[in-house]
């Protein structure tokens, strides 16, 4: 499966983006989804997954309540709504399918997608 991450930009602290990330290839649904970022100078880290069919979800403890990850299969496209943004949230956001619900290692994740740029100012 091919994934191409969108949505990324410039926002205030306190503000709101959506991220997307659009699949191609008719298995996007068998796959269980996550986001990750990665910051200057950071590691990648796991952000949000969700399962294949959408019904389970699973956040970093840094992001629980402002983040909320969402899919529709029908469109191939799986979202990440970010509310409550934080200059610390600045980073480059990365879409990732896996053959496994619940793993936060980006080597659990098959398929990337090329990351999109999101940056918060204080």
């Known amino acids: 499966v091919q994934l191409q991450a969108s949505g990324g930009g410039l926002v205030q602290a306190g503000g709101s983006l959506r991220l997307s990330c659009a699949a191609s290839?008719?298995?996007?649904?068998?796959?269980?989804m996550g986001w990750f970022r990665q910051a200057p100078g950071e590691e990648r880290e796991f952000v949000a997954v969700i399962s294949a069919s959408g019904g389970s979800t699973y956040y970093a403890d840094s992001v629980k309540g402002r983040f909320t990850i969402s899919r529709d299969n029908a469109k191939n496209t799986m979202y990440l709504q970010m509310n409550s943004l934080k200059p610390e949230d600045t980073a480059v956001y990365y879409c990732?399918?896996?053959?496994?619900?619940?793993?936060?290692?980006?080597?659990?994740?098959?398929?990337w997608g090329q990351g999109t740029l999101v940056t918060v100012s204080s």
């Open positions: 290839g008719r298995t996007f649904s068998s796959y269980a």
């Open positions: 990732a399918a896996s053959n496994l619900f619940g793993a936060t290692a980006t080597y659990r994740y098959n398929f």
